[in-house]
C-alpha cells in the first residue's frame, strides 16, 4: 500500500491510518472529515486490483471495501463512512463539529447522511458500476430504475437548497461530507447543473470548500480511470 496523498499535519506516526483510494467517493467523506479538522492521520492508498492489498483491507474489513479507519492507540478498526465520522467526531474532536450537540439536529444531520448515500450515492454507484460490467452482463432496467430514483432525489436537493447553504442549513456538518461526493459523481452519470440550479449551486459551493477542493486536487492524478 502506498503513500501518495499529501500527509496531513503530524501524519506520518499518527496513531489514525485511513485505509483508501484518491478516487473513491465514500473515501472522499472521510477525508472531508479530516481535512474540516486538520485531524492528523496515514493515509495508505489500497489497490483492490493486486490481491495481496486486497486480502489485507479484507483482514480488516471482509467486504473488503473502503475507507476503513485503524486506531493504533484504542486497537479499534471502524469500517463504513458516516461511523468513521462519528468516530472521529468522538473520540478526536476538531474546531469544526460536523455533529451537533444538539440530539433532535444529531438526528436531522444522520437523516441527511443516510438521504444522501442511499438516496444518491448508491444510485450514482449503479449507473457508474454498469459501465463496469463485462460485455452482455449490463443491467439497463437496474440503471434505469436508478436513474429514476436519482430524479426524485435531485427534486428533493432542490426544493431543500433553494433556501440554505449546506444540507443542514448555515453549518456545515456530516450531511455535507456525504452529499459532497455523492453530488460531485451524480452530476457526472445525470448532469443537474441545467434543470436544478439551486442543486448545482450547492455543488459549486462544496467543490470551492478548502476540504472539498484538496480531495479533488489530490484525485486528479488518478481521474483518467474513472469510467466515462
Ligand atoms: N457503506 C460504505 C460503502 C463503501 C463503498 O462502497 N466503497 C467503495 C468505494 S467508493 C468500494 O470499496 N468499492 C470496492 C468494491 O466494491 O470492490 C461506506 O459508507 O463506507
Redesign the pocket.
Known amino acids: 500500500m502506498k503513500e501518495a496523498i499529501q500527509q496531513s499535519p503530524g501524519g506520518s506516526g499518527a496513531p489514525l491510518k485511513l485505509y483508501l483510494?484518491p478516487l473513491?467517493?465514500?473515501?472522499w467523506?472521510t477525508l472531508l472529515a479530516f481535512y474540516e479538522n486538520g485531524t492528523p492521520f496515514e493515509p495508505l492508498i489500497v489497490d483492490?486490483g493486486n490481491a495481496d492489498e486486497r486480502a489485507a483491507l479484507a483482514k480488516l474489513w471482509p467486504f473488503?471495501?473502503?475507507?476503513v479507519l485503524r486506531d493504533e492507540a484504542r486497537d479499534r478498526t471502524i469500517?463504513?463512512?458516516?461511523i468513521i465520522i462519528e468516530y472521529l467526531a468522538q473520540h478526536y474532536p476538531g474546531a469544526a463539529p460536523l455533529l451537533p450537540a444538539n440530539a433532535e439536529q444529531a438526528r436531522e444531520t444522520r437523516l441527511r447522511d443516510r438521504f444522501y448515500?442511499l438516496h444518491v450515492h448508491q444510485h450514482m454507484?449503479k449507473i457508474v458500476g454498469d459501465r463496469l460490467r463485462p460485455a452482455g452482463q449490463h443491467d439497463p432496467l437496474g440503471v434505469e430504475q436508478a436513474r429514476a430514483q436519482l430524479r426524485i432525489a435531485y427534486g428533493m436537493i432542490e426544493r431543500d437548497m433553494a433556501s440554505r447553504s449546506w444540507a443542514m442549513g448555515e453549518s456545515f456538518s456530516m450531511a455535507d461530507c456525504a452529499a459532497a461526493p455523492a453530488l460531485y459523481y451524480a452530476n457526472r452519470a445525470q448532469p443537474f447543473g441545467e434543470t436544478h440550479p439551486h442543486t448545482a449551486a450547492y455543488l459549486d459551493r462544496l467543490m470551492q470548500r478548502p476540504s472539498f477542493a484538496r480531495v479533488l486536487r489530490e484525485a486528479q492524478p488518478y481521474f483518467a480511470m474513472f469510467p466515462q
Open positions: 483510494h473513491s467517493s465514500y473515501c467523506k483492490l473488503a471495501k473502503f475507507p469500517p463504513e463512512s458516516s448515500d454507484q
